[in-house]
């Protein structure tokens, strides 16, 4: 017969391992980031984010180094800049050099789109490192970033 276990309790043998603590937290972030965009996103989501905040900071790109630059899988970067551009936020163009390539721009309208999704942003930044201090949030970030940087080494072979 099965018993009632409160939802929150967790196994003592899983409760502190990093794995499980860093997917709870991505599970955490992710609801509040799907929440921010929904209540506030006009519809766009963080794919959208990523591919506008990219443009605004590297200049006009191929669809394929958009891609890879955001790691968003290459049929759905194309099926967002759709999206993007019948909102007309940014612009594609062929490639003079490689006429089989998109070049994409973001428009004035999508730097200002850009500008107004960076506040929603901030305001889950906010949400979620809001149990700690500033200097623990630059703490956990720069050990994130430590995290990450060893993947990336390992993945160089």
Known sequence: MPTDHPPSRTPARIKDRPTWLISRTFARSSGLLAAGFESYGRGLRS???????ALDEWGP???????RGTGIDRSDVTAVLSELESLR??????DPDHRRRNIVTITPAGVEQLLELDNVIDGIQEQVLKPLTNAQRRQFIALMMKLLAAEDESSKG
């Open 61 to 67: 790109a191929s669809q394929a180094d958009l891609g």
């Open 89 to 94: 936020l940014v612009e594609r163009s062929v």
């Open 47 to 53: 794919y959208h984010y990523r591919l506008l905040a």
